[in-house]
């Protein structure tokens, strides 16, 4: 009972986050912009990011299942720094129209999400192994970012 209550505060937890960067939507200033030929559709963004953010709760679960939030301390505060950047970027990008600082907002996250996977590897290999599809899509979305930036500036 008690694993499953901590994995519905995960959920939870994830899900705020996500919410919180949820209230800035790409509108027609996205629309106007310039994009690679490359870019996904919007459609795809909701089933992705909700799979994601899924997984990203799961593993946090699994860590803290492991090992306990306490002993796990540092990897849960690159953790917590990891949403708070992802929610970020989708202001800085969408609420504020600053593809550059959403650039270099997304690059931390990167490297935030490199590290905590290494950090989450050596507690729980499939909590690490779980992370790596946000570290791929993120790394996508910071390429088309940059693309974004680059042929609009």
Not at 11 to 31: D, K
Not at 74 to 90: C, G, V
Request: hydrophobic residues 60%; glycine residues 4%; aromatic residues 22%.
């Amino acid at each position: 009972m008690k694993s499953t209550l901590v994995l519905l505060l995960f959920i939870i937890f994830v899900f705020t986050a996500a919410f919180a960067g949820s209230r800035f939507l790409p509108g027609e200033w996205y629309r106007n912009l310039q994009k690679p030929p490359w870019t996904p559709p919007n459609w795809l963004f909701g089933p992705v990011w909700t799979i994601l953010y899924i997984m990203i709760a799961f593993s946090g679960w699994m860590v803290c299942r492991e090992s306990g939030f306490t002993a796990a301390l540092f990897p849960f505060i690159i953790y917590l720094l990891q949403l708070i950047l992802n929610a970020m970027w989708t202001w800085l990008f969408f609420g504020l129209h600053k593809p550059a600082i959403a650039f270099l907002d997304i690059s931390a996250l990167w490297l935030c999400i490199l590290f905590l996977i290494i950090l989450f590897w050596q507690i729980s290999k499939p909590a690490g192994i779980l992370l790596i599809p946000y570290l791929i899509w993120v790394t996508y979305a910071a390429t088309l970012n940059y693309f974004l930036y680059k042929l609009n500036s």
